[in-house]
């Protein structure tokens, strides 16, 4: 009954390697985000998707490209791995409609990428 | 643009000590403000929330005031246990945005 989960939860892999990671969401809310925590625990938003539509991009680089194939799902594909990608990245979610005012996120238990 | 800035860690204290953690905040228009707290090994939990100025956050034993006029959201805990021991990150929304700006995290350490 988890409501946000991630796969895979560790991911090792060589430099220059093509790697996806997959978020689902079984809340029901309309919008997902990706973010990524550095080895300083500093956190930092990528994306966030509403409805499937990209509604955040923060300057990420192109190498990095969300997919959400439905509401419930945000998957995070990488190309061409750089060393600089190591991190743990948490997928969150929340429910953002209509005249409800900003809500409570809910994150994943992160994934732990390294790149060797 | 909107920024968290909260006091350096790592903090170690003894069990049943008092706790505060710092916060506070650069921001434009009205944000709402948050506390996560990150466990070992986990993903981040939403710890309590303030909406407006002047409201308080509770949970857990913790609380924090939303001080629109220090522009502050300081963590606060009466007595802290060995299960208090986490990562705590403050938090404001950037509601023209939808996204959560976060600072740069506390490690707390309590020691029995």
């Known amino acids: 009954d988890t409501a946000v989960s991630q796969t895979p939860k560790y991911l090792v892999t060589q430099m220059g390697n093509d790697k996806s990671i997959k978020c689902e969401q079984n809340?029901?809310?309309?919008?997902m985000y990706w973010y990524k925590q550095d080895s300083k625990k500093f956190l930092k938003i990528m994306f966030s998707?509403?409805?499937?539509?990209?509604?955040i991009n923060e300057t990420v680089p192109n190498r990095f490209s969300p997919k959400s194939p439905d509401k419930a799902h945000l998957n995070l594909h990488i190309n061409s791995l750089e060393l600089g990608d190591s991190a743990v990245y948490f997928c969150a979610s929340s429910q953002e409609s209509g005249l409800i005012k900003y809500n409570e996120q809910f994150f994943g238990p992160g994934t732990r990428l390294t790149v060797l | 643009g909107n920024s968290v800035t909260q006091m350096e860690g790592p903090v170690t204290l003894s069990e049943e000590a008092f706790l505060t953690i710092n916060c506070t905040y650069t921001a434009t228009g009205y944000p709402s403000l948050f506390w996560y707290v990150q466990y070992p090994g986990e993903g981040l939990q939403l710890l309590l929330k303030a909406t407006k100025a002047d409201d308080k956050g509770s949970n857990k034993g913790f609380e924090a005031t939303y001080r629109k006029e220090t522009t502050s959201f300081h963590l606060e805990k009466g007595s802290v246990q060995v299960s208090d021991s986490a990562v705590y990150f403050c938090a404001l929304s950037d509601q023209g945005a939808q996204k959560l700006v976060f600072g740069q995290g506390t490690r707390l350490t309590i020691n029995p």
């Open positions: 998707y509403n409805n499937k539509e990209l509604i």
């Open positions: 809340l029901g809310h309309d919008t």
